[in-house]
């Protein structure tokens, strides 16, 4: 995880052979200086995988993939979004159809989230381990979560605390699209939903775009491993960070 939160996301992922980027929600400088800090040079990405049109996860898309000669794959809604105009090595990509970048065979599943059309990926390696990333979804269920089973890292957006939220700052208008099946995913709800999907595959679930306003590390830890503790699971929990990068996860080792 290069960082995670409202401020921009960013995950790469690394085989021998192979190195591909899923969102690019910082600026390019930003990207290229992250990238560095944990050993790679942008140079040798394979492409650059988006999951939706947002600012916090496209920002640096457009200057990035021009100046390394990058691809992009993304839906044919997400390359509508503005930040993609002058994006040039496009792959229009789709739901439930898989394709591969560099060794990795990537799969786009849909998720509900108030862009135009947003999606979540898996990606398997060809060492045969699998990591799947939700981010920005305000449920998950059916082929989605289908899609994201036998993982072995899970990266899933646990963006909010409800009390918070409804005690805080927003807008009651912007606190119920955050809270609704268009929004984001509150602790509770990303806990539900790794409950359900806490196969004896399940290693490591990663803890993902965490609300700086409405929610805190402490809170989106302890539902999740508590969730985890009730069904005795042994699957480690780890929190992202929006100032930097979480350190390296195998998957597959």
């Known amino acids: 995880m290069l960082g995670s939160g409202s401020a921009g996301n960013s995950v790469v992922l690394r085989s021998a052979d192979?190195?591909?980027?899923?969102d690019a929600g910082f600026s390019c400088r930003e990207l290229v200086t992250r990238l560095e800090?944990?050993?790679?040079k942008p140079g040798s990405l394979d492409g650059i995988v988006v999951t939706h049109e947002h600012n916090d996860h496209c920002k640096g898309v457009a200057l990035l993939s021009r100046r390394y000669k990058l691809p992009v794959y993304a839906t044919a809604?997400?390359?509508?979004g503005r930040a993609f105009r002058q994006v040039q090595r496009r792959n229009v990509v789709r739901a439930r159809e898989a394709f591969e970048v560099g060794s990795f065979e990537i799969e786009a599943f849909g998720v509900p989230h108030d862009a135009r059309e947003p999606v979540g990926f898996t990606a398997t390696g060809?060492?045969?381990g699998k990591a799947g990333l939700a981010a920005d979804l305000g449920a998950l269920r059916g082929r989605a979560r289908d899609s994201l089973r036998r993982s072995q890292v899970l990266v899933l957006e646990?963006?909010?605390?409800?009390d918070m939220l409804r005690r805080g700052p927003y807008p009651w208008s912007l606190k119920r699209r955050v809270a609704s099946e268009r929004g984001h995913l509150s602790n509770v709800d990303a806990a539900a939903a790794v409950a359900d999907l806490a196969d004896a595959e399940l290693e490591t679930v990663v803890l993902y775009h965490l609300s700086r306003t409405n929610n805190l590390p402490g809170l989106a830890h302890t539902a999740m491993s508590e969730s985890l503790d009730r069904l005795g699971a042994r699957v480690d929990v780890v929190l992202s960070q929006q100032d930097g990068p979480t350190g390296w996860l195998e998957v597959g080792s």
């Open 18 to 22: 192979s190195v591909v980027l899923l």
């Open 77 to 80: 809604g997400t390359f509508r």
């Open 37 to 40: 800090r944990v050993g790679v």
């Open 126 to 128: 060809n060492c045969g």
């Open 158 to 162: 646990s963006n909010h605390d409800l």
